[in-house]
């Protein structure tokens, strides 16, 4: 079932969102060489206490974090760690905020120090994949719509589009209906409605699609070894056209 939400409840989801866009300000200030994943996943579940949240992902199903911390080849669902990070890394924060009882989800990829040109590009895309996505998040577009954007700009730039894991509605949940793929044909799947708030969550690959899954059953990598990058927003459907609520340049 798709939970339409109310202008007022949007509204509230955005103030989850605009905490979290500030908590990915101050991630982005922290991100070079020599800091662990570890620090940075312990100054947001402080963070988000002082403001009077909640880091959703801790607990959920388990998971032992308030954030994912995906360095180079993991394209998700990474634990976050002491292993300092390098120059010339890329990782990917992803993290659920729970502001009086809403919901906001947003990852983001940065570059450590300086990184090849090959991880910038990755970096890019991904990006602007993510923004090409958003462009197509309308009232009577289908969800295949952004589907479509975001893989054909992708692999235009050769790059894969990771398909076990996608995009999602949320509201009081974390995972509503409908699923958000990244990849498939245009004027397919549900038709965008106002009210509807959704992830578009973008998971690019310099090889491969495919996936393993390491041993502590959530680490999710390349099967080829080779870096993926991930951007995504919580966005809400209106009239005058897509609402981020996780923009970080408001």
Not at 4 to 14: C, G, R, S, Y
Not at 177 to 191: D, K, L, M, S
Not at 201 to 224: F, H, Q
């Amino acid at each position: 079932m798709i939970i339409i939400k109310t202008e007022e409840q949007i509204a509230k989801m955005n103030k989850a969102g605009q905490l979290l866009a500030e908590c990915h300000r101050q991630i982005a200030g922290m991100i070079k060489p020599g800091v662990t994943t570890m620090e940075i996943d312990q100054f947001v579940e402080k963070f988000l206490k002082q403001h009077g949240a909640h880091p959703e992902q801790k607990g959920y199903h388990g998971y032992p974090f308030a954030t994912c911390a995906s360095v180079n080849d993991v394209i998700c669902h990474g634990f976050p760690s002491d292993v300092p990070l390098k120059d010339g890394d890329i990782v990917t924060i992803d993290m659920v905020v729970k502001l009086d009882g809403w919901l906001a989800d947003s990852a983001w990829s940065y570059a450590v120090g300086n990184v090849s040109e090959e991880a910038q590009h990755l970096l890019d895309v991904t990006k602007k994949a993510l923004y090409l996505g958003i462009e197509q998040a309308v009232i009577g577009n289908r969800i295949g719509d952004i589907s479509h954007a975001i893989q054909s700009y992708a692999e235009s730039e050769n790059l894969s589009v990771v398909r076990n894991f996608v995009g999602h509605a949320i509201g009081q949940d974390m995972h509503e209906e409908p699923q958000v793929p990244h990849y498939g044909p245009p004027h397919r799947g549900p038709r965008l409605k106002e009210g509807m708030v959704i992830t578009i969550e973008p998971m690019l690959n310099i090889g491969s699609y495919g996936c393993k899954i390491d041993p502590d059953g959530w680490t999710a990598r390349t099967v080829d070894g080779k870096w993926s990058a991930q951007y995504e927003h919580t966005l809400a459907i209106t009239k005058d056209g897509p609402l981020i609520l996780t923009e970080q340049d408001s």
